[in-house]
């Protein structure tokens, strides 16, 4: 794990491997402690150490706490240069720690004292965890307006690989906005220039994204031959999100191409599988998706069975109010035979307040 993250760090931090390998290599307080103590020269490689396990999952927190630490041990000028990247990893360790409280906490300080930093890298960096946390939020419009400064800042600066990841980062949120044909581009052009070697993971979550693109753009054939080819990369690099993600966009693209019954069938076996992984929001949505597929074959019994399910699933994963009345209304609906269409914009209405 820890040569994958050091294999990232930039040319001119080579040199801190030996002790950033040591600092990996401890536990719990003594890993805050040897990021508070350590040379200074080493510092800023601790905090771009702690960025990228963060960015893995890998003890986010304690992770984020190094930085914080590394940083406030370095002296002038580069201590107060490194505090607001530093406050931004911590911000985004407690963003992949499930508290987005706590990280909107760390990047309103780092906002604070974004004029102390003078590296455009770092200054983008900060601006590209921002996004992540505020995409989280579901405040789409500000995450991408977040990319874009980030971006802004590290024009002319030769870093193609960081470029990349911002041109991904820029596709997934224009996926939320459902820009698929902007998503496309920005997706594509971002997997053209990472490197096959550091950024598995990234390109795999990118292809994927690409994959749900074409099929909201009606290209299932296109869909279905990208999933496909993403299989090895899938088993190597899938978390068991991602991989209930993609059984489900497998599902939704069989639909699409007509074969109703197999897609019902799959979208049962992936609604199972996501209650046992413990994902029960993702199986309610998938369950509803489910009962679209079953309106359109006119199995009406069997539609409003998945209704109810998807009902009590939804309901006991705390779903807004406004998704699980609109359910109620596809109930009714499917209650009074209303026109298949109806039924089907219902469907439509009740993902849209479960997707905001």
Not at 223 to 230: D, I, P
Not at 339 to 346: I, M, T, V
Request: aromatic content about 6%.
């Amino acid at each position: 794990m820890s040569e994958q993250v050091f294999n990232r760090l930039d040319s001119e931090e080579l040199a801190a491997h030996e002790q950033a390998a040591r600092l990996a290599g401890l536990e719990g307080e003594a890993r805050v402690d040897a990021a508070r103590t350590q040379a200074g020269c080493q510092r800023r490689s601790f905090v771009q150490l702690a960025m990228s396990f963060c960015r893995q999952g890998d003890e986010p927190l304690l992770w984020g706490r190094v930085a914080i630490a590394a940083a406030e041990a370095s002296p002038p000028p580069s201590g107060p240069e490194l505090l607001p990247l530093a406050w931004a990893t911590l911000g985004n360790a407690h963003r992949i720690a499930g508290d987005l409280r706590a990280a909107g906490r760390c990047f309103f300080i780092a906002r604070d004292l974004l004029e102390d930093v003078a590296d455009p890298l770092d200054l983008a960096r900060i601006y590209s965890l921002e996004a992540s946390w505020v995409r989280e939020t579901r405040d789409f419009g500000s995450a991408i307006s977040l990319v874009e400064k980030a971006m802004k800042a590290v024009e002319g600066v030769a870093n193609e690989k960081f470029l990349a990841r911002l041109e991904v980062q820029a596709g997934l949120v224009m996926v939320d906005l459902g820009d698929h044909g902007s998503a496309t581009e920005s997706l594509a052009a971002g997997l053209l220039k990472l490197d096959h070697q550091g950024s598995p993971s990234l390109r795999l979550i990118a292809a994927h994204n690409l994959a749900f693109c074409a099929f909201k753009q009606g290209r299932f054939d296109a869909a279905m031959r990208l999933v496909h080819s993403l299989r090895r990369d899938y088993c190597d690099y899938g978390n068991p999100k991602l991989l209930l993600l993609r059984d489900w966009l497998v599902a939704r693209i069989t639909a699409g191409r007509g074969h109703l019954e197999e897609a019902a069938t799959l979208l049962r076996s992936i609604c199972s599988e996501c209650q046992e992984q413990g994902f029960p929001y993702l199986a309610g949505l998938i369950e509803l998706d489910r009962a679209g597929v079953l309106i359109d074959l006119s199995q009406l019994d069997r539609a409003l069975e998945s209704a109810a399910t998807a009902s009590y699933v939804l309901d006991a994963a705390g779903a807004s109010q406004k998704a699980l009345a609109a359910i109620i209304l596809l109930q009714k609906g499917i209650i009074k035979k209303s026109a298949p269409e109806r039924l089907k914009e219902l469907v439509i209405i009740a993902k849209r307040h479960l997707e905001s």
